[in-house]
């Protein structure tokens, strides 16, 4: 399954690796491995994250507290936001 990404995600990606970034570059680079084995997971079976906010389905990071939130479609994904869990709720969900 092809992955699309909404305009505003690569915003999302940068202030989550600056946050830790400042912190240690160590761990902005596990982020960024983790984002992308997230991605890869997703890619291969996007009905495996569970039902978030309709229509939305969540992938949850392992090791941070962030969340991917995808829309399925059939012919490709739709990554829309990248949020941190203690974010709004609401916040990326009138992403389209």
Excluded: C
Excluded at 61 to 82: G, N, Q, T
């Amino acid at each position: 399954m092809r992955l699309v990404y909404h305009q505003d995600v690569q915003s999302d990606v940068n202030q989550a690796l600056d946050r830790y970034e400042s912190i240690s570059p160590k761990l902005a680079e596990a982020l960024w491995r983790e984002l992308q084995a997230t991605f890869t997971r997703i890619k291969e079976n996007p009905m495996a994250g569970h039902l978030g906010s309709p229509p939305f389905r969540r992938s949850n990071l392992k090791r941070f507290p962030y969340a991917i939130l995808y829309r399925v479609f059939s012919d490709h994904v739709k990554i829309m936001v990248i949020k941190h869990v203690k974010r709004r709720a609401d916040f990326g969900l009138k992403r389209s």
